[in-house]
C-alpha cells in the first residue's frame, strides 16, 4: 500500500476545499488550541499526542456542525534558541551530531546556525511541515510567530494592562535560577524541561555558645513542643558568618544561603560528633535541649539540623526511642531518659502524643522505615486542619494551628529568632547550560503578582466552575494556584519583546504566551497585510478585545478603516473564547495555570476559557523518550515509514487521557495491516436495498446504533482510547460474526447491509485516521469528501433489542460446542441441543425481575418461586436457582436490563437457525429439541441441565 501518494492525494483535496480555512458565519463556532510549539529542535512522536488529541477533538467538532476553528502559532521567545545559536558558534561537537544525524539538517543551513533566528526559523518549517503531514485540519491563515511586530504590540499591551491593574510589581522575590547563565529559569530552560518550584521554610535559631543553630522547619508553630535538636554524627559541619552572626551548616546549605541575599564567609568546620551531647538555647522559651545524633538527618535538606518535636513529629518520636534503646552506645547521653514528648496540639482523633498513635498506625519499627513519611504527612495534614494550640504556648494558645503557623513565624523573624530558607522541591534541577539550579532571591525585579489573594480566589473560582479533563487534574490545578508566588517575567537575554516601560529588560516565554489565542483572530488580518504594527496602538487592543471607545475615533487613531477594524472586533467577539485548549500534563504547574491567570485579569468572564483537556506523555518501547536513550523518532521520519494514520492510531490507542501512551514498532504495523485490510474490504461492497430484514440484518444495525451512541459519549469525553477499541475492535467482531450468519444460510443479498454499515463506521473512524477514512469513503462509493461528512446519529428506536438477544444466544451456544469439541477432542457426528422446559423459563424470567430490582437472596427466591403454581416445580431442581442467579450477575448491567426488557425469546425457533452454522463449521447436522418435548432424542438425560440461555448440548 503507498501511503506516501493516498495521503498526498487527500491533502490536496482538503486543500482545494479549504475546508479547514475558518471565518465566522452563522453557525455555531468551537475554537479549540494546543500550545504552540516552540521551534528549537524537530517533532518527535510524543510531541505528536497533545495536536492529534486536538485535531481529532477540532474534527469531530466539525463533523457535529460547529465552524471549528483550529489554528497555530510558534513560539520563538525566550533563551534556549539564544543558548544553542552559542553552542553552534563555539562548535560544541555534540549539539553539531545531533543536527547532522539525529535531526538530519543539511550542512548548509547548520552553517546559519549561527543566528539564532535562523535555528528558529528553520524548525519553524520543519514542523510545519509536519503538522501538514499528519493531516492536522489546521487553519494556516492564522500562522504568526512570537517576535513578529504586531504580536509584540500585543504582548505590550497585555503588560500595560497588567501593570495598570497593580499585578506586575516590582520587587524582592526568590526564583529558580541559574548561577552560571545569572539568570532566572523556567521549564523552557531546564534539561527535561523542569518547572523549577520551591518551597518556603522557618529558619529557627538555636545558640549553643557563640554559635548560632539553625533548624529548617515547615512548621514553626511546633517550637513549644521542641524536646532536643539533632545533628547527623557523620557529617562535617561548616562554620560560616553569615552577616554578623556565626552559624554551624552543612556545605549544601552554605552554598543555598550565597543565593538568599546573605554575605557569607567560611570559617571552619565541625563534626557532628562534637556537637553531640552540647545544649542548645530554645528561642523564646527559658530552656536547654540536647543535641543528639539521627541517622535520618540528611545534608541536602534544609540546615543539616533538625529541631526534635516528637510529639508531633513520628520521625523524631521514632529517633528518640531508637536512641534510648541504644542508650549503651552513648554512655555520655544519659539525660536522654528524661526527655519525654511535648505535646502542644490537640486534634480529634489523636490522643495525647499523636506521633505514637501513627506509629502504631503505621506499624513503624526504627526511624529507617520508609512509612514515617506516610506517617508525617497524615499528622501534618491532620493538625493544619483541625488541630488547635494548647495552654502551654504561650499567647498562641487555642489559635488553629494553620492561624498559628504565620503568627510564630512573623513573631520569631521580628524578634531576630528565624529566617527564611527557600529549597527546590526537586533536585538536582539543571539548567540547559549544564549548571545546577538554585533559588535566588532576586532584588528589585519585575514580577507577575501571582501571590495577590483576590487574583488567587478567582482563578480558584473559575478552576472550579470550567471543564477540566480528565477531571481528576482539577485538583491539580488548585494546588498549583495555592503555591504559585510571585514571577519574574523579565530576562536580560533572549528574543522576545522588550518591557514597555523598562527597556533594558526582555519579556520571558511563559509571560508571552498566556492570552494569545486571542490573537489568532488578528493574525489573518496581518498575514494578508491588511494591518501592521503602525496600526496597532494599545487603543486598537482595547477596542478589539475589551470593546472599549468609539468606532469613528479608534479607526481614526491606528489608521484603519471602520469597516475593518469592526470586522476584526466581531470576528474576536464570534470566536472567543477558547472553547477547549489541549495540553501535556507537564504544563499544568506553569503554563496552563498562568493562561487562566491572564484571561482573568484581563479579559472579562465571557472570554474566560471554557475546556481544559490534560495528556499524559509517550514513551517509546516502554521507556522514557531522551536523547540519552537514544529513541526519539522524528515524527516525519515516523510518517515516511508508517504513515501518518498509523501513528495517530498508534498513538492514540494505546492509553487514556492521563496515561502515558506507548509507541511500538509492533502495535504501528498492527494497525497499519488492519487499515490496510479495511480499505480491501470497502472496495467490496455496493449500495443496496433488502426488501426483508432477516434477523442478523436487523441485529447488525442494532449494534451499529449501539456503536454511534458510546462511541459519541467516550469522544465527548475525550476517553479516545475506548472510542477507537468499539470502532475498530468490537465492531469488527461483529461484522466478522454478521458475515459467517449469512454466508451460512448461502445468502447473497446483504452487501448493501454491509455498505452502510461500513459507511458509518468509516465516517465515525475519520476524525482519527482522516486519509485512510477519505480512501474508505470514496471506495465505497459515498459522495463528497467524509472530512464534511455529518457525524452519524443515534436512534434508540432502531436498536432491535430481541435480535440482539437471539444472535447472542446463538453465539453462546456454538462457542459452547467449539469448546466442548475442543476439551473432549472427539470428531462430532451429531449435535442435540436442548432448550428448556417452560416452567424454567417462567422461573428465569422472576429470577431475572428480582435481580434487576437488587434482590439476590437465594433462599427468599425459592420460597416465591415455589409458592407460585407456574414455577413450583422449582422443588425439583433447587440448584437451578443458584446456578441462575450466576449467570445474570456475571452479566452486564445493560445485559441484564435488556433481557428483562424483552421478555421471553422463543430459544427452540431461534436455536434452529444453528443447523446452518453448524453444517459450515463442522459439516454435520443438528437437532432441536425442548426439555418438554415428549419424543425427544435423549439418550443421555441431557436435557434436565438445561437452563434460559444455557441449552444443554449432547456431541456425538
Ligand atoms: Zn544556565
Redesign the pocket.
Known amino acids: 500500500m503507498e501511503w506516501t501518494s493516498l495521503e498526498e492525494k487527500w491533502r490536496q483535496r482538503w486543500e482545494e476545499e479549504k475546508y479547514f480555512e475558518t471565518d465566522p458565519n452563522s453557525n455555531k463556532k468551537f475554537f479549540v488550541t494546543v500550545a504552540y510549539p516552540y521551534p528549537n529542535s524537530p517533532q518527535h512522536v510524543g510531541h505528536g499526542r497533545t495536536y492529534t488529541l486536538a485535531d481529532v477533538h477540532a474534527r469531530f467538532m466539525r463533523m457535529l456542525g460547529y465552524n471549528v476553528l483550529f489554528p497555530m502559532g510558534f513560539h520563538y521567545t525566550g533563551t534556549p534558541i539564544l543558548g544553542m545559536a552559542r553552542r553552534v558558534q563555539d562548535n560544541d561537537t555534540k549539539l553539531l551530531e545531533t543536527f547532522r544525524t539525529l535531526y538530519k539538517v543539511p550542512e548548509d543551513k547548520i552553517k546559519e546556525f549561527v543566528e539564532p533566528i535562523k535555528i528558529a526559523d528553520y524548525f519553524h518549517q520543519e514542523i510545519k511541515a509536519g503538522m501538514i503531514e499528519m493531516g492536522y485540519s489546521i487553519d494556516w491563515r492564522r500562522e504568526f510567530t512570537t517576535i513578529d511586530p504586531v504580536y509584540s504590540k500585543f504582548i505590550e499591551w497585555q503588560f500595560g494592562k497588567l501593570k495598570e491593574k497593580n499585578l506586575i510589581i516590582q520587587g524582592t522575590h526568590p526564583v529558580g535560577w541559574?548561577p552560571?547563565?545569572q539568570?532566572p529559569?523556567s521549564q523552557h530552560?531546564t534539561q527535561g524541561d523542569v518547572e523549577p518550584s520551591f518551597t518556603e521554610y522557618t529558619i529557627i535559631k538555636f545558640r549553643y555558645d557563640k554559635y548560632v543553630i539553625p533548624t529548617a522547619t515547615l512548621r514553626p508553630e511546633t517550637i513549644f513542643g521542641v524536646t532536643n535538636i539533632w545533628v547527623n554524627p557523620e557529617f562535617v559541619y561548616e562554620i560560616i558568618q553569615v552577616d554578623n552572626e556565626t552559624w554551624i551548616v552543612t556545605s549544601e546549605c552554605a552554598r543555598k544561603l550565597e543565593f538568599h541575599n546573605k554575605t557569607i564567609t567560611r570559617l571552619g568546620n565541625m563534626t557532628g560528633k562534637d556537637l553531640v551531647g552540647k545544649k542548645v538555647q530554645v528561642p523564646e522559651r527559658n530552656d536547654q535541649v540536647l543535641i543528639l545524633p539521627a541517622s535520618f538527618v540528611k545534608s541536602g535538606n534544609g540546615t543539616g539540623i533538625v529541631m526534635s518535636v516528637p510529639a508531633h513529629a513520628p520521625f523524631d518520636y521514632q529517633a528518640l526511642e531508637d536512641l534510648k534503646k541504644d542508650i549503651t552506645k552513648y554512655p555520655n547521653l544519659s539525660e536522654i531518659q528524661d526527655v519525654k514528648a511535648i505535646p502542644i496540639i490537640q486534634t480529634e482523633g489523636y490522643g495525647q502524643i499523636p506521633s505514637l498513635d501513627a506509629i502504631t498506625k503505621f506499624q513503624i519499627e526504627d526511624q529507617n522505615s520508609p512509612k514515617l513519611e506516610e506517617a508525617t504527612k497524615e499528622i501534618y495534614s491532620k493538625e493544619f486542619y483541625g488541630g488547635r494550640l494548647t495552654q502551654n504556648t504561650g499567647k498562641f494558645a487555642n489559635k488553629t494551628v494553620s492561624e498559628a503557623k504565620e503568627e510564630v513565624k512573623k513573631w520569631m523573624l521580628q524578634g531576630k529568632n528565624a529566617d527564611i530558607l527557600y529549597e527546590l522541591n526537586e533536585t538536582p534541577i539543571r539548567?540547559?547550560?549544564?549548571?545546577e539550579c538554585v533559588v535566588k532571591i532576586l532584588s528589585n525585579q519585575w514580577f507577575l503578582n501571582y501571590s495577590d489573594p483576590e487574583w488567587k480566589a478567582k482563578v480558584h473560582s473559575w478552576i472550579n466552575e470550567m471543564k477540566i479533563l480528565p477531571e481528576e487534574i482539577r485538583n491539580e490545578f488548585n494546588n498549583v494556584v495555592d503555591w504559585l508566588r510571585e514571577r519574574a517575567c523579565a530576562r536580560q537575554h533572549g528574543l522576545g519583546t522588550k518591557l514597555p516601560w523598562d527597556k533594558n529588560w526582555i519579556i520571558e516565554s511563559l509571560s508571552d504566551s498566556v492570552i494569545y489565542m486571542a490573537y489568532y483572530t488578528i493574525a489573518k488580518y496581518v498575514n494578508n497585510k491588511e494591518i501592521t504594527s503602525e496600526n496597532t496602538p494599545d487603543v486598537f487592543f482595547d477596542y478589539i478585545f475589551l470593546n472599549k471607545g468609539s468606532l469613528e475615533s479608534i479607526a481614526s487613531q491606528c489608521k484603519i478603516a471602520p469597516e475593518l477594524l469592526e470586522k476584526i472586533k466581531n470576528e474576536f467577539q464570534y470566536f472567543y473564547p477558547v472553547n477547549a485548549r489541549h495540553s501535556g500534563r507537564d504544563l499544568v504547574p506553569n503554563h496552563l495555570t498562568f493562561f487562566i491567570f491572564n484571561h482573568i485579569a484581563i479579559f472579562p468572564k465571557q472570554y474566560w476559557p471554557e475546556e481544559i483537556v490534560v495528556n499524559g506523555s509517550v514513551l517509546m518501547d516502554g521507556k522514557k523518550m531522551s536523547k540519552s536513550e537514544g529513541n526519539i523518532i522524528p515524527l516525519r521520519d515516523a510518517i515516511r515509514n508508517h504513515g501518518a494514520d498509523s501513528i495517530r492510531l498508534a498513538i492514540l490507542i494505546s492509553a487514556e487521557l492521563l496515561q502515558d501512551a506507548d509507541f511500538n514498532q509492533e502495535a504501528v504495523k498492527g494497525i497499519k495491516n488492519k487499515l490496510e485490510n479495511m480499505l480491501e474490504e470497502c472496495s467490496k461492497y455496493q449500495s443496496g436495498n433488502i426488501v426483508k430484514l432477516e434477523q442478523e440484518d436487523k441485529w447488525i444495525k442494532s449494534k451499529m446504533e449501539q456503536l454511534v451512541h458510546k462511541t459519541t459519549f467516550s469522544i465527548q469525553k475525550m476517553r479516545l482510547r475506548e472510542a477507537l477499541h468499539f470502532i475498530l475492535y468490537e465492531f469488527e467482531s461483529d461484522l466478522q460474526w454478521y458475515t459467517k450468519r449469512a454466508l451460512a444460510k448461502k445468502r447473497n443479498d446483504f452487501s448493501g447491509i454491509l455498505h452502510e454499515v461500513s459507511s458509518i463506521r468509516v465516517s465515525m473512524m475519520s476524525p482519527f485516521a482522516p486519509y485512510a477514512s477519505e480512501e474508505m469513503w470514496s471506495r465505497l462509493g459515498n459522495a463528497g469528501i467524509v472530512s464534511k461528512s455529518t457525524w452519524p446519529d443515534y436512534h434508540e428506536n432502531m436498536i432491535d433489542f430481541e435480535s440482539i438477544q437471539s444472535e447472542n444466544l446463538l453465539k453462546n451456544t456454538i462457542e459452547d460446542i467449539k469448546n466442548i469439541i475442543k476439551v473432549t477432542k472427539i470428531t462430532p457426528k451429531k449435535i442435540t441441543i436442548y432448550t428448556s422446559a417452560q416452567w424454567k423459563v417462567k422461573a428465569y424470567q422472576k429470577i431475572l425481575s428480582k435481580v434487576v430490582s437488587g434482590e439476590v437472596n437465594i433462599g427468599a427466591i425459592i420460597r416465591s418461586l415455589i409458592a407460585d403454581k407456574e414455577t413450583e416445580e422449582i422443588k425439583k431442581d433447587p440448584d437451578f436457582v443458584k446456578k441462575t442467579v450466576n449467570d445474570i450477575l456475571s452479566e452486564s448491567q445493560e445485559e441484564r436490563e435488556s433481557k428483562n426488557r424483552i421478555g421471553l425469546i422463543d430459544e427452540k425457533k431461534i436455536l434452529s437457525e444453528l443447523d446452518s452454522l453448524v453444517q459450515a463449521e463442522f459439516g454435520i447436522t443438528s437437532q432441536v429439541f425442548s426439555e418438554s418435548d415428549q419424543d425427544k432424542y435423549d439418550p443421555k438425560n441431557k436435557s434436565r441441565t438445561s437452563r434460559p440461555y444455557k441449552p444443554a448440548i449432547l456431541i456425538e
Open positions: 541559574c552560571k547563565d539568570n529559569v530552560d539548567c540547559r547550560c549544564g549548571a
